[in-house]
């Protein structure tokens, strides 16, 4: 089982431009997550999703937007990216969006020059 | 909103028992957890606390007070493949997690 799959696995962006990262989960998981995690930081939420059709913001939501259009992925969209958007990016996903366990894609390395 | 503090490091000997603690400041508790992440790979689950006391799950052991606001994971008979960092979350009353920074364990021979 694949679980939760995340792509690209690093990337390096110039400022301004627009980036999509990738997330698929295959255990029809119904909650869904982008975190970011940064040294010293630890992990923030930057938007959720409880089910297909709806989506949340995070504790930090500005300069990323999500969409939910099916059970199994839930890309993250950077319109246009700052340096500051640097940052390991996870996903994960949760059986329901009340369960605390989650379960994390391999991350998404994203450097923003 | 969440404020979560742990230790940065804890350096501990193979064989040995570390601590790891965690305090917590929320405007709604709903459980706390603790992940485990190796360096450079995704975090995994580990353990959950709702009510307080003890939850104790092979070597791994996590003690809630929520009085407190208090945590700790307890790591017995350490091994050299427990060396990671180990997150504490707090789940809030919207059931979102909240992480602290993270404790880098280090396991030396």
């Known amino acids: 089982t694949a679980g939760i799959t995340q792509a690209p696995t690093s990337q390096i962006l110039a400022a301004g431009r627009s980036m999509t990262l990738r997330c698929t989960q295959d255990?029809?998981?119904?909650?869904m997550y982008w975190y970011r995690q940064d040294l010293g930081l630890g992990l923030r939420l930057i938007h959720y999703s409880n089910t297909a059709g709806t989506t949340g913001k995070g504790e930090v939501p500005d300069g990323y937007s999500v969409s939910r259009a099916n059970t199994d992925d839930f890309p993250l969209t950077l319109a246009s990216a700052v340096p500051s958007q640097t940052s390991v990016y996870f996903c994960a996903s949760s059986l329901t969006g009340d369960t605390g366990e989650l379960f994390f894609g391999e991350g998404s390395r994203l450097t923003v020059l | 909103g969440q404020n979560i503090d742990q230790p940065t490091e804890m350096t501990a000997t193979e064989g040995a028992i570390v601590q790891i603690n965690c305090t917590y400041q929320?405007?709604?508790?709903?459980?706390l957890f603790w992940y485990q992440q190796h360096a450079g790979e995704a975090p995994t689950f580990l353990s959950y606390n709702v009510l307080d006391g003890l939850e104790e799950k092979g070597r791994f052991s996590s003690f809630l007070s929520r009085s407190k606001g208090y945590s700790y994971l307890l790591l017995k008979e350490l091994q050299m493949k427990d060396s990671a960092s180990y997150l504490c979350a707090v789940r809030d009353r919207d059931y979102k997690l909240s992480f602290g920074a993270g404790t880098t364990v280090t396991v030396r021979a």
């Open positions: 255990m029809r998981h119904n909650a």
């Open positions: 929320t405007s709604g508790f709903n459980g």
